[in-house]
């Protein structure tokens, strides 16, 4: 890991932020220096998580979907993401039968993006699973595995309430996947 970290520090992927010394040893925080660097480095996360390479998808689609709050289309391209990550991906690995792992390729995907995205946005009532922010809405989203209801939990934690002071439309978005299918569901929204 330590070589990996070297090779995107002296190729600019990331910058030394701060360096701190405890007792004789050097430690190094590092940061990622600017925007265009932040959405290459996410899209090279996203091929990491879903080991998919040769699916680009197109993004203008879902950031489209997101911009004009078109959840029809939303929800086809969102199943057809989670359809571009290869079957050998599951393969002794159960990690499609938890929700933090669709949530991360989603954050991933979407911080790919450029969108500015909080990923477990903590409330008084619990944690959102990604936030969206876009300039004339906000996406509070929750995902679920196996029939438990996403929309339903967002409701009841009222998690909206912490963005009611942003004069922006705020919508919320409950996603469910199937770890059978290893795919989206159901997708439900509801304007607050």
């Known amino acids: 890991m330590l070589i990996k970290l070297k090779l995107h520090w002296q190729t600019g992927y990331l ?6 010394t405890v007792l ?3 430690m190094y925080l590092l940061k990622i220096p600017n925007k265009e660097v932040r959405i290459s480095l996410y899209g090279v996360l996203t091929e990491y998580i879903t080991k998919n390479t040769t699916y680009k998808g197109n993004s203008n689609l879902i950031l489209t979907s997101l911009l004009n709050n078109d959840l029809v289309n939303f929800e086809k391209y969102i199943k057809a993401l989670y359809s571009g990550i290869g079957y050998d991906n599951f393969i002794n690995n159960k990690m499609y039968e938890y929700e933090g792992y669709y949530v ?5 995907y979407l911080k790919a993006l450029g969108l500015d995205v909080i990923a477990e946005d903590i409330t008084n009532k619990g944690r959102i699973d ?6 004339d809405i906000i996406y509070i989203i929750e995902f679920k595995t196996d029939g438990k209801n996403a929309l339903k939990q967002i409701k009841e934690k009222k998690y909206h309430q912490k963005y009611l002071d942003n004069n922006k439309k705020i919508i919320l978005l409950g996603i ?5 299918e290893r795919n989206v569901i159901k997708v439900e929204s509801e304007e607050v």
């Open 24 to 26: 004789d040893n050097r």
């Open 176 to 180: 469910e996947f199937d770890k059978n």
């Open 15 to 20: 910058t030394i932020d701060k360096v701190e």
């Open 130 to 135: 990604i936030t969206i922010k876009l300039p």
């Open 104 to 108: 991360s390729v989603f954050y991933s």
